[in-house]
């Protein structure tokens, strides 16, 4: 910024100024001369009295003068250099001051796969947050943390219960019946997020009582104990993981320890929540008025009960965390114990969470013998909400669906102090609270320790082992007075999952530097076990609710008993060349070559390639340094794969069915095919071409990232019917093809850093567009797939999505929806594509601002033009469910007859289009001078304190779990557990 847009202030001026205010102190001159690295004379800088209005501005050739206190601190800010603070205690004509330039974003070191690079040197798309800009708030999610954050990685949150899953897609979704999640590493350890595990069903297929949401894996690790999350994009940065790195890659590293003296930090944080939104049904008025207009049989109790005010609540909310951290030049500690409670504003559900981690780094042999060692546990307890928000599920088995549907003309007891039913199909949504127990007690430990030795001055190895084990035990009851449990005379599931994996990292590093020339390589060999294994059974007929799941055999009838276990294996070999060529031309070229057992015989082993390169166009003597101070181009191209499709899928299965034959009065068991053996089964690959630019503004103060990409996948895994006659009706095969392709914009910028006052800004912007190509291969020609089966009285055989060529995922496919006639509902002839849930593009806006000892942050995010599928709605907004359920307010207004049967149609399919309040933080930051504490803060959060949307149902923001096919939906609301609206007040202190 050119020194005319700063106004100097004479210093007799600013000494006239400051010895009005002068309380008596003795004001001493000081003059002196601003310089950056070159010794060159800085104009334009602002100089001020810490704490004070005094201040100037240095002139054309950098200097200054000023009259001040004695013992004053002069703070010196400048756009693109660091803040640099100075005492004068007596009057002085020749201060120097030396201004060092703000290369923090370009220097900064990012966490990339086995290993770290500078931010400038990064060659393909990356993008990375430290703890510092973490959304702020009871986070027991650590996805959380970044939402909203980061171009290109959308994550929702499934539902609004306590340690809800959530969905991350980072660039688009690229597997229909393989998983889209990414790949987490957590301290350089991949972990499994698709085991059985992660999938503790209890009961049927989605269809009842127990909550079917998976849990979430990283759930055991405590937020507090999270240094950065790096995401890895483009297929330069994630082939280094080759058959795991087509959905992108989440490094998580944790804090270590820092040398010098130990200190003790404690956080602590409490808050209240309230639920956010709630439907619209009829009033015990409405619904006796509606039902008497009609005709209908009115059943009145008397009563006026809002329902959903029964079963939401305010629900509180506190968080501890304790860590001490210290060492010297040789070893490093941390250790850090945390402790979560979160009541959910559902009765009935809650989550605890406890951790415990501790990190070691120590330095021998003169340094060139490192030890790195960190293990971390976590453990989490909850109870959910006999909630299902699986798609068409019904028949009154939750508690929110029984809160809409219920009679508000019922009390909630009856004379005899019971919970008032109409049993067996009309359950009392308020006795879910507390007749039905759904309990989930989660465990993982995670460890790695790692030596590095230094073999020669360019040479080091690496040797790494890691271990995980995660365990999950649930346990559920229904109580014999519930009508949910009369027929069974109570009933009891206990299920016990466990998976662990052992990982043995082998890394030679490569790292010189001649003339211009700069090398940095890796190559390594990796070796990872999975194994996988659970039980479950189930039990029914109880003398006494008090046996619960603890004494099985005090039931009448033990049955539903199964085990598993199941493994895999994955080895690989890769490594990786970074070249720098006198900071100007960068590339990186990296090749892995994986060897999985899950796959067929003939293709257990795969190449996935990828090279990239960038020129930084701003190190070049011709570029000027006004006003871009930093510009790089990049270009990358590669190959990835996704093995996360399951265990034993190219072999033949064999299943065991107590069914079986009835042969001398006695029922024997079989054992049938339950799948044929695939052997041409293989990885899905995604070839990816991403084209990227870095670059800065008036020195660094703007500074941004933007990229295009395009992703191809191709050999998807598809379940293919089997010709007839058969046993196993079908098959899983690599079938088809799908694209991803967008852009994505980052942009931060440092608005104001003028004296005390500090204002940032940060917006992400995304935008893909989704297609699959294809549905077939040499052998299969497939036209579409029904996704999405619907259930209940008029909905039954229906499917809400399609998935056909030319049209992306999340499409809606159904009739089109034209009017209301004579009280029955009008469509244009046949069927029809009425809506995508792929929204146009998704942002972010955050915004930090500091004065002195105070701080405001927030952050925005949403979502523009993707459709979401009102299925409650659907479900609950016509006449002809009086009068023996309860119906949405609006089935009043629309026109629509009692005689009209539920449709699927476009009427239910709604704009999605958000823009939501994550977070907002106001936080002061205590003076602990003369205090033995070292530092200390208070803060107020709140979080989804408002949703602007067009959609009428509780919430746009849904993922309505898989029923039937095998393959996910998206954009389908229905039941889910809603968002809550939380207030926290926090402090942190340190000594």
Do not use: C
Not at 195 to 218: H, K, M
Not at 607 to 625: L, T
Not at 935 to 962: H, K, M
């Amino acid at each position: 910024m050119s020194a005319n847009r700063y106004v100097v202030v004479p210093a007799s001026t600013v000494s006239r100024a400051a010895n009005a205010n002068d309380s008596g102190t003795q004001d001493i001159a000081v003059s002196g001369k601003v310089v950056d690295a070159k010794g060159e004379g800085l104009p334009g800088v602002t100089v001020v009295v810490k704490g004070s209005t005094i201040g100037t501005g240095t002139g054309p050739d950098g200097g200054f003068s000023l009259n001040v206190p004695a013992n004053s601190t002069l703070v010196f800010s400048f756009v693109g250099f660091m803040r640099k603070e100075v005492t004068v205690a007596a009057a002085t004509s020749n201060l120097t001051v030396n201004m060092v330039e703000d290369t923090k974003s370009l220097d900064e070191v990012v966490v990339v796969g086995y290993g770290t690079q500078k931010k400038s040197d990064l060659t393909g798309s990356v993008s990375s947050i430290s703890s510092e800009d973490f959304n702020v708030g009871p986070q027991l999610s650590p996805q959380q943390l970044i939402q909203g954050k980061l171009a290109g990685v959308n994550i929702s949150q499934n539902s609004g219960k306590p340690g809800a899953s959530n969905t991350i897609r980072i660039r688009g979704g690229t597997s229909l019946t393989g998983s889209n999640d990414p790949l987490y590493v957590i301290d350089g350890v991949p972990i499994s997020t698709s085991s059985g595990v992660s999938q503790a069903n209890i009961r049927g297929n989605g269809t009842d009582v127990f909550d079917q949401e998976p849990t979430n894996p990283l759930m055991t690790l405590n937020p507090n104990d999270i240094e950065s999350v790096t995401v890895l994009k483009d297929a330069s940065a994630t082939a280094i993981y080759g058959s795991r790195g087509a959905n992108g890659v989440i490094v998580i590293t944790t804090k270590k320890g820092k040398a010098g003296k130990a200190q003790v930090t404690y956080n602590v944080m409490g808050g209240v929540s309230k639920v956010a939104n709630t439907l619209d049904v009829l009033s015990a008025d409405q619904y006796r008025a509606v039902v008497t207009d009609l005709g209908l049989p009115l059943d009145d109790k008397g009563a006026n009960t809002n329902w959903q005010d029964q079963i939401y609540r305010t629900a509180k909310t506190q968080d501890h965390s304790l860590s001490l951290t210290g060492g010297n030049d040789k070893t490093l500690y941390r250790a850090s114990l945390g402790y979560g409670d979160q009541q959910g504003i559902m009765i009935g559900s809650k989550l605890t969470r406890a951790n415990a981690s501790i990190n070691i780094n120590h330095a021998a042999l003169q340094d060139k013998l490192k030890f790195d060692l960190i293990v971390n546990y976590g453990q989490t307890k909850s109870n959910a909400a006999p909630v299902s928000n699986t798609v068409g599920s019904e028949a009154g088995t939750s508690m929110n669906y029984e809160a809409l549907v219920f009679n508000p003309t019922y009390p909630v007891y009856d004379p005899n102090g019971a919970y008032y039913h109409v049993g067996p199909f009309r359950i009392n949504p308020v006795s879910f609270g507390s007749d039905v127990t759904d309990q989930r007690t989660a465990r993982r430990l995670l460890g790695n320790l790692s030596t590095t030795y230094k073999i020669l001055d360019p040479l080091s190895l690496n040797v790494s082992l890691g271990y995980t084990r995660q365990e999950i035990d649930r346990n559920s009851f229904i109580q014999k007075s519930n009508p949910l449990g009369e027929g069974f005379g109570g009933y009891a599931s206990t299920q016990k999952l466990a998976d662990y994996s052992k990982l043995l990292e082998t890394v030679l590093r490569f790292n010189k530097t001649f003339g211009r020339h700069s090398f940095d390589a890796i190559a390594g060999y990796s070796y990872q076990y999975f194994l996988g294994e659970g039980n479950r059974t189930t039990a029914s007929g109880f003398l006494s609710d008090s046996f619960k799941w603890y004494s099985l055999q005090a039931a009448s009838t033990v049955g539903g008993i199964s085990s598993f276990q199941e493994s895999n294996t994955l080895i690989s070999m890769y490594s990786r060349v970074n070249y720098d060529f006198d900071g100007r031309f960068l590339a990186t070229a990296t090749v892995r070559r994986d060897g999985s057992s899950r796959f067929g015989s003939g293709n257990k082993w795969g190449w996935f390639p990828s090279g990239s390169v960038a020129w930084r166009i701003s190190q070049e003597k011709f570029f000027p340094a006004n006003p871009v101070s930093d510009l790089k181009a990049r270009v990358s191209y590669g190959v990835t794969g996704n093995q996360e499709i399951g265990n034993l899928n190219s072999l033949t299965t064999l299943g065991a069915s107590t069914r079986g034959y009835l042969v001398g009065g006695q029922r024997i068991t079989i054992v049938l095919p339950q799948q044929y053996a695939n052997p041409s089964l293989k990885w899905e690959q995604t070839a990816q071409v991403d084209v990227g630019l870095d670059f800065g503004l008036f020195k660094n103060r703007i500074h941004g990232t933007f990229d295009y990409y395009h992703k191809k996948t191709t050999d998807l895994l598809l379940r293919i019917a089997v010709p007839s006659p058969s046993v196993v009706t079908t098959q899983l095969a690599n079938v088809g093809s799908v694209e991803n392709k967008g852009i994505e914009l980052e942009l931060g910028a440092n608005i104001i850093s003028k004296g005390d006052f500090d204002w940032n800004a940060d917006v992400n912007f995304s935008r893909n567009r989704n297609k699959v190509l294809s549905l077939s291969n040499d052998l299969y020609k497939g036209d579409n797939i029904q996704i999405a089966p619907l259930q209940g009285a008029g909905l039954a055989g229906i499917y809400a999505q399609l998935i056909t060529p030319g049209q992306p995922l999340g499409t809606f496919y159904g009739r089109k929806f034209i009017g209301v006639e004579n009280g029955v509902e009008q469509f244009e002839p046949g069927n029809q594509v009425i809506g995508s849930a792929q929204p146009k593009f998704t942002y972010g806006f955050s915004n930090s601002f500091q004065y002195k000892a105070f701080s405001l942050s927030f952050n925005v995010r949403g979502t523009v033009g993707n459709d979401v599928f009102n299925l409650t709605a659907n479900n609950m907004a016509y006449e002809n469910n009086l009068p023996g359920r309860n119906i949405l307010a609006v089935a009043l207004k629309d026109g629509v007859g009692r005689e009209q049967p539920k449709q699927y149609s476009s009427r239910w399919i709604e704009d999605g289009s958000f823009a939501r309040l994550d977070n907002i933080t106001f936080g002061y930051t205590i003076n602990v001078k003369n205090t033995p504490l070292s530092n200390a803060r208070i803060f107020v959060t709140g979080q989804n304190l408002f949703l602007i949307t067009g959609y009428s149902g509780l919430d746009p923001e849904v993922n309505a779990e898989v029923s039937g096919t095998g393959v996910a939906p998206l954009g389908i609301d229905y039941l889910a557990y809603p968002r809550a609206k939380t207030v926290s007040l926090g402090a942190s202190v340190s000594f």
